[in-house]
Nanobody, 127 residues
Framework: QVQLQESGGGSVQAGGSLTLSCVTT????????LGWFRQAPGKGREGVAR????????YYADSVKGRFIVSRDTAKNLLLLEMNNLKPEDTGMYFC????????????????????WGQGTQVTVSS
C-alpha cells in the first residue's frame, strides 16, 4: 500500500509563496499519477494539480494555472507543489494523493480515481 506524507504548509500573506512536499513510500512504482487536492472550510474537495508519472506531464486547475508548479523527484519519491502569488482563496487543507488507475492520465485530478491519500497540510493565506 502506498503511503504519503505532506509537509510545507503554513501561513503567508497574499502575494507570498510556499512550496509543499509530499514523500511517497511503499510500492511507489505502481503510481500512475500523483496529485494535489485542497479543501477549504465548508467547501468540497478541489483538484489542484497532478503529474503523470509515466511521462511527467502536468495538469493544473484553472484557478491555479500560471501560479502553481507541480514537479517530481523520482529519485527521492518526492512530489512538490510550488505555490506563488498566493491568494486568500487558496486557503485550505492540501492533500497529496496517488492513483494506480491509468485513467488519471487522461484528465485533471479527480478524487475518485486516487486511491491513496496523505493526511494533509494546512495553508492559510491572509489578505
Amino acid at each position: 500500500q502506498v503511503q504519503l506524507q505532506e509537509s510545507g504548509g503554513g501561513s503567508v500573506q497574499a502575494g507570498g509563496s510556499l512550496t509543499l512536499s509530499c514523500v511517497t513510500t511503499r510500492y511507489t512504482s505502481s503510481n500512475v499519477c500523483l496529485g494535489w487536492f485542497r479543501q477549504a472550510p465548508g467547501k468540497g474537495r478541489e483538484g489542484v494539480a497532478r503529474i503523470d508519472m509515466l511521462n511527467g506531464s502536468p495538469y493544473y486547475a484553472d484557478s491555479v494555472k500560471g501560479r502553481f508548479i507541480v514537479s517530481r523527484d523520482t529519485a527521492k519519491n518526492l512530489l512538490l507543489l510550488e505555490m506563488n502569488n498566493l491568494k486568500p482563496e487558496d486557503t485550505g487543507m492540501y492533500f497529496c494523493a496517488a492513483s494506480t488507475d491509468r485513467s488519471c492520465r487522461h484528465h485533471g485530478p479527480e478524487g475518485h480515481v486516487y486511491n491513496f491519500w496523505g493526511q494533509g497540510t494546512q495553508v492559510t493565506v491572509s489578505s
